[in-house]
């Protein structure tokens, strides 16, 4: 495959990979660029005009705020949240920004960013124009960028930005483009979808840096999980919306039986899913599984496996179920990536809540005993009912539906892996079949109901 599930699962901070991360990688790599060459130090202002959905729904996005982190020089995986705020609003202040290398210039939010709201570019919905200028404003660097899901960004030459790891220059050892060769791989190996991923993975680097790596996406996805169910108040943005999971986690503590841990193990998934969307709603770090706004749905299942589903008490099994769930969530992420969308502004929330339904659901299936068939037929139940799901979210936040959309996610994945694992494996519709589907389905739905906030429950729910 040629997007490395190290990609998929990238480390940033919220609200959104497409309008947050995406964004950031897109004018860290500008400012990186005037600096290598040169231009940096005559360089006296920057323009920023966004399109399309980013343009749309950038303020609730921190669209804004992203990109002018990324001109400063942060990186997603790296940017403290809480500093990133204060930067930020010190760049309002001031009318200052310091770029990548340590030039500083004049920057004034209000009209050196634009959002255009009613305006597209070709390719892609998610469009940002980056133009440094010199001191008589003649143009010293022009780049159209597109955030096209997931934090990957894609250049006017459609070439793919390193969003962090990269993809090895050695050719994997099971290369695989749709789901019916990666099941025939595993016919032909006899070796289960995470052993496939894994070998290609480690093409050109170590197995135990692969392993190290999901290791360490696993600490933050469920230190998100813990942070969430701590944390309460108002979520930011002006909607007014309550943190709910800290306290239905009390809730569940009270009612717990320690007779049968496993009783209210999905109530338990649904509530960390939503702590994990609190979390990326409040702009906090998480992991893009494989969007920010669905960024709840694999923490939650995998936390659900090892809770409900425990391997044994040695850290060592834990540590293999981890990888196994991450490393066939990852193979049906890199299938959707390749042949579909996970990106709301194209297709719908049927590409990010969907997909991190359908990768959890594959990745649960795997660990809980699963053959190759069934592993597919999980994620094949889990991403048929969620076709035609919408983007809708209120006043462009990633709130109103998403944080429920998460919770209600994560038991689909729940049900669609158990559903499967009951059967044989044998089924009529393929992944294929239901990826093909989807991308058609967000082709046709209607632009409203792509993450612009224009249509849906953006238009019929009060914002007061």
Known sequence: ????????????????????????RAAGIFAEELDRQGLAARTERVRCELF????????????????????????????????????????????RLTLAGGHGIGFDPGT????????????????????????????????????????????????CA???HGVSATPPPYPFTDTRELLALTRATGLPISRIVLANEGAGREESEVLAALARIWVVMDGAIERGLTREGILPGGLGVRRRAAAAARRLRAEGDPAH????????????????SEENAAGGRVVTAPTNGAAGVLPAVLRYCLDAHPAGSAQPEQADAVARFLLTAGAFGQLLKRNASISGAEVGCQGEIGSACAMAAAGLAEVLGGSAEQVENAAEIAMEHN?????????????????????????????????ALRGDGHHRVGFDEVMATMMQTGRDMHTKYRETARGGLAVHVSRC
């Open 1 to 24: 495959m040629d997007i490395s599930v190290l990609d998929l699962f990238s480390i940033g901070i919220g609200p959104s990979s497409s309008h947050t991360v995406g964004p950031m």
């Open 52 to 95: 399309g959905s980013l343009g749309a729904t950038g303020r609730g996005h921190h669209t804004d705020k992203a990109v002018l982190l990324g001109l400063a020089g942060h990186a997603p995986q790296l940017v403290d949240p809480d500093l990133a705020d204060l930067e930020f609003r010190a760049v309002h202040d001031t009318h």
């Open 112 to 159: 050196d960013l634009v959002l255009h709201t009613d305006r597209e570019l070709p390719y892609h919905s998610n469009a940002m124009r980056l133009v440094a200028e010199d001191a008589a404003g003649r143009a010293l660097s022009e780049k159209v960028y597109y955030s096209v899901g997931g934090g990957f960004v894609v250049d006017e030459d459609e070439r």
């Open 162 to 164: 390193d969003p962090g």
């Open 261 to 276: 841990p496993g009783a209210l193990a999905t109530d338990w998934a649904t509530v960390h899913a939503m702590a994990v």
């Open 387 to 419: 076709l035609g799901l919408t983007c809708d979210p209120v006043a462009g936040l990633v709130q109103i539906p998403c944080v429920e959309r998460n919770g209600m996610g994560a038991i689909k994945a729940v049900a669609a892996a158990r559903m």
